[in-house]
């Protein structure tokens, strides 16, 4: 009798919660943080994990201002919110737009990882095989983009 060739291995838990990920996730960038005047305020939730964002955005024209959040979320939707709000402030709607495309690109079609500003994002690159938290890592995204559409850009 042949031997069978091993089984293909998933990701364990343990590589998805590297330190890289872990510190994004302990000191989220922006959190609490309470924008004056925002020109919108809005938020997302993740119906799978109950993980949530609420945002604050001001502009200045197509361009991110002001910036704050409020996270109560798993440890990649924290990580997620965490590197958005780090780079965030001075990125036009259409960055932040091929960010979030690049994100779900990654987690969903084996795309790269997001670059530039947002290239703290390739922490969650382990996630990608955990499809029922994809939902919980772009949850900021959703959220800005509800930002975007109230504010009409």
């Known amino acids: 009798m042949a031997a069978q060739p091993p089984a293909p291995t998933s990701p364990s838990l343990d590589s998805v919660y590297q330190d890289r990920l872990l510190d994004l996730a302990e000191t989220i960038a922006r ?29 200045d024209g197509d361009t991110v201002a002001e910036y704050g959040q409020r996270v109560e979320a798993c440890a990649l939707g924290s ?28 987690l969903k079609r084996d795309g790269p990882a997001p670059g530039g500003r947002f290239e703290a994002l390739s922490a969650l690159l382990p996630a990608k095989a955990f499809t029922n938290r994809h939902a919980s890592i772009l949850l900021t995204f959703r959220a800005l983009e509800k930002a975007f559409k109230a504010t009409g850009r």
């Open 79 to 106: 990580a997620a919110a965490s590197a958005v709000g780090g780079a965030v402030v001075g990125a036009s709607v259409a960055e932040v737009r091929a960010a979030a495309t690049a994100l779900e690109n990654m």
């Open 31 to 59: 959190d609490g943080y309470v924008v004056a005047a925002p020109d919108a305020e809005t938020g997302a939730v993740s119906r799978a994990c109950g993980s949530r964002v609420t945002i604050q955005v001001r502009f």
